[in-house]
């Protein structure tokens, strides 16, 4: 059995000092002497030292989230940007030498190869390409990169528009887009392109000092880009570049003609011949605006009800997080853009910061990031902090399969069943529109990062050609040449954590995966996921999607077989 997270047993320390905080250098580096000058003279010593070792990364860990948190909770706090300054420019680079001296003597030590295989072939995997990638070069570049990418959330969070008479942020204000009033949504569209392009200089400019240090962060290390090293830093032991290019081409092959589907009912139901940008997300005049939740508190009551009827300990994690104020769920100005889940590795209890306006997009993250957070609930009771490190494939496996696995009991923000089931197939909309979206943006980066030293009017061009690649001909972009241009800059990922996006895509196909086994055996279903998320990353990938009953592949074959699923899945819901 599960231990109920509602009451979650608070591991005691047994090498800090229960009330050691970190709040400089001079007290935090005696604790890393101390383990980098212990010896490991047997199988005992070296798992006390494992468990030394984690308990410290926890702490580290948990003192820079809740610095992050805070400083996107409030982007004007000048505190704030401090502290989180501070830790990435004064603490987390002094700490890189003694974390690469200590997987030296672990990959070093004899009795490393006594270790449970099962448990730790991925650690121990990882350690040894850190010990390769390591550079103390690049310790300079990469705290200098972790404060320039945090710049971009400080540019977006003052991004707003005014519209009768009211301020709204861009998240707030993207509500208006399924305004049933073609002119309001044509207006607002026109304003928030009108507000970035005020920005497109400074988000310029600052992607050109990313693209130049992330390249010499490359150089450093002896590759001859930052592509490769990225593969290489992340860990991307079980696909290759080739692979997504090969995600690429059975997206493009087996899922745009679903979106162009899509895109067809969306514009017959609108009685027009072309789709604009406003009309992507727009509903019939006669047809009201799904509306299923008014405030931050409406919302997580209904996750919470919805995630305890997929299972009890589901909805007990909603509810733990919520007792501890670890929901910031409401849009407001000087609130950074977007959402996450923050996991919390030394309470094990995650936060979830989003920027919700009541709409149904609002609840997809919300599912999509508690989907994250029961991850982090399942994976905390692991022995070491290192094994809830788990790559971007599971975690997203996590969040987007919850988001489906959920549409079932989506009737506690939709009662009528009508909205109810124009709410499941907008997320099935969703779907399969973000895959196309996630082609676009990986094969750019590819691009990026493999064409050294291009200029400004070079990547329009080349993000330009994929736009055109990937798209279904539908929409009518006349006018918007310049914000076309720049449409990029819109997507946080590519300034805060450069290729971290293709996983998206592969996850999306595997909780595709994932809804078809639900469809099928609920209960079995859930229990696979459950099990497979409470491993962490103790297994391989490919071992991961096994456990949960699916096939970590992305393959042109196996994505026809899931575009069908879906084809048939949209059927069910009238759409032929």
Known sequence: MIQNPAKPVAKTRQFLPQDFQITDWEHLQPFLDQLKARPIDGAASLHHWLDDISELEAVLSEDACWRQIRMTQDTSNPEYEQAFSYFVSEIEPKTKPYFFALNQMLAGSPFAEGLDKTKFFPYLRGVRNSIDLYREENIPLQAELSLLAQQYGVISSKMSIEHDGQEYTLQQAARFLQNPDRATREEVFRKIAARRLEDKAPLNELF?????????????????????????ELGRFDYTPDDCFRFHEAVRAHILPLQALLQQHRARRLGLEKLRPWDTDAEPADVRPLHPFHDGQELSGKAKEVFSRLRPFFGACLNTMQEMQRLDLDSRKAKAPGGYNCPLAETGVPFIFMNAAGTMSDVITMMHEGGHAVHSFLSHDLELSAFKEYPMEIAELASMSMELFSMKYWDVFYPDAEELQRARLDELERVISVLPWIATIDKFQHWLYTHVGHTEAEREQAWLGLLQEFSTGMV????????????????????????????????????????RQFRGQEQQALDNY???????????????????????????????????????????????
């Open 530 to 576: 459950s099990k497979a998320l409470s491993l962490g990353y103790t297994q391989t990938l490919h071992e991961l999607y096994e456990t949960a009953g699916i096939r970590f592949d992305f393959s042109p074959a196996y994505v026809a077989e899931l575009g069908s699923f879906l084809r048939e899945a949209l059927a069910e819901l009238g759409l032929h």
């Open 208 to 232: 050109e000092k990313l693209l130049l240090r992330r390249q010499q962060v490359a150089h450093n290390a002896g590759f001859e880009n930052y592509r490769d090293y990225k593969f290489r």
């Open 476 to 515: 009518d972009w006349e006018g918007f040449d310049s914000y076309r241009k720049s449409f990029w800059q819109k997507q946080l990922h590519l300034y805060e954590v450069p290729f971290y996006y293709i996983e998206y895509g592969i996850a999306q196909l595997g909780a595709v995966a994932m809804w």
